[in-house]
């Protein structure tokens, strides 16, 4: 189901798609480092995947516009996105959890946030988690992509007014295991070579490997955004177009999904 309604994001706005996906990859990267077990980290990445699940239906046009040129009503449609996220998810038991880490992910760690106004620690883990990740991206890959350091920089700048200071730091050490260029490409730091991008065939497609291109046909259909973590169903899916609709060029990727912004 999660990744069900993850595909459909993507086919109704690419930029919403990916944006999930990438930022799923750095929750789940993020999660580990914290040491939870493998149930937290799976339900935190799920609320992750699924965070602007609340956006279908909302004009694209809104959707993509840059924050600051957003009219109030335009900013009060997009602010209902946490409500309304998890009110699509509440009738699934199995759900319930990842709705509410979903609601609280627009808190601030200083009790300025929305919906409910929640601080410190009355915010979920795993919502302060994604609201850092979520920034992140919005930086790196945004309307005005921002360098490395400069996402960082304003990461900081949130310390302990709009971030947990402690899931900041974690951030930035799960940074230094993967550096990205903004562009997809691998990057260097301390002089070495960090997550090398390989390019390989259809049939050497492996769960857990990380696209840094998006796989497009050669009629121009989009399949997969780059930034998202390779699964099986997500394989059998692109292996399928393939034989219909092939698929040039290889596959870009990088091997670590946990390390993968």
């Not at 808190?107 to 620690?121: A, F, W």
């Not at 998202?228 to 899916?237: D, G, H, Q, S």
Request: aromatic share 6%.
């Amino acid at each position: 189901f999660v990744r069900l309604f993850s595909d459909l994001m993507e086919i109704y706005d690419e930029n919403v798609g990916g944006h999930s996906k990438r930022v799923a990859a750095a929750v789940r990267g993020v999660a580990l480092k914290f040491g939870f077990d493998a149930a937290d980290v799976d339900l935190i990445e799920s609320a992750a995947l699924l965070h602007n699940i609340g956006l279908i239906g909302v004009p694209r046009d809104i959707i993509d516009k840059d924050e600051d040129l957003l009219d109030e009503d335009e900013k009060s449609l997009l602010r209902h996105n946490p409500v309304l996220s998890q009110d699509l998810l509440s009738s699934m038991d199995t759900l319930r959890q990842v709705g509410i880490i979903i609601r609280s992910h627009t808190e601030r760690y200083d009790g300025t946030g929305y919906p409910d106004g929640l601080r410190k620690d009355e915010i979920h883990i795993g919502s302060k988690i994604i609201a850092v990740c979520k920034l992140y991206d919005r930086l790196r890959f945004g309307n005005r992509k921002r360098t490395l350091a400069e996402a960082i920089g304003c990461l900081n700048a949130e310390r302990s007014t709009g971030f947990d200071p402690e899931v900041i730091d974690v951030f930035i050490d799960f940074m230094k295991d993967w550096k990205d260029d903004g562009a997809g490409h691998s990057s260097r730091a301390h002089g070495r070579l960090i997550n090398p991008v390989s390019i390989l065939p259809m049939s050497e497609m492996k769960p857990g490997m990380v696209l840094v291109r998006n796989l497009v046909t050669a009629k121009g259909r989009l399949l997969v955004t780059k930034g998202t973590v390779l699964t099986n169903a997500i394989i059998e899916k692109v292996v399928n177009f393939h034989r219909i609709d092939p698929i040039s060029g290889g596959v870009h990727i990088v091997r670590q999904a946990q390390n993968a912004v």
